[in-house]
Structure formats: C-alpha cells, structure tokens
C-alpha cells in the first residue's frame, strides 16, 4: 500500500515538473499559494520523500503471489 500511495505522489511530482518545464507553471504552488508558502513546501517535502521511498522499489524482487 506504501508502494502504491509512493508512486502516486512520485507522479503527481512529475507531472508537476513537466508543467513547469513545459509551460513554466507550477500546479502545486499555484493550488497551494506560491513556492514559498509553508503548505506547498511540505507537499513538496511529501513528493520528495516519496522519491525516495521509489528508490527501493529498483532494487527489490518481484515477489508475486499465485
């Protein structure tokens, strides 16, 4: 379930990223009162530790369950 709500919020940053690289706009900033606000810097806090969180899903074995 971690796995899952990680890769959602790991997407979520992406999109985010591609929005600014593409159209210069920040979707979370804009949603959530600019870069700097405290409530956008713990969502990206969030999506970062997601991030991280991914990292290990590279490195672990497929276990699946028949």
């Keep these: ?4 709500i ?8 992406a999109l985010n990223w591609g ?10 900033g804009w949603l959530f009162g ?3 606000d405290i409530i956008s810097r ?4 969030i ?6 969180w991914c990292i290990s899903l590279l490195f672990r ?3 699946m369950v028949e």
């Excluded at 990680?6 to 940053?13: D, E, Q, R, S």
């Excluded at 713990?42 to 806090?45: L, N, R, S």
């Design 34 to 36: 600019g870069q700097g």
């Design 42 to 45: 713990i969502i990206f806090t």
């Design 1 to 4: 379930m971690i796995d899952r």
């Design 6 to 13: 990680a890769l959602i919020l790991v997407i979520i940053g």
């Design 61 to 63: 074995k497929n276990d």
């Design 19 to 28: 929005s600014i690289g593409i159209f210069g706009f920040d979707i979370v």
């Design 47 to 52: 999506v970062g530790i997601a991030g991280i």
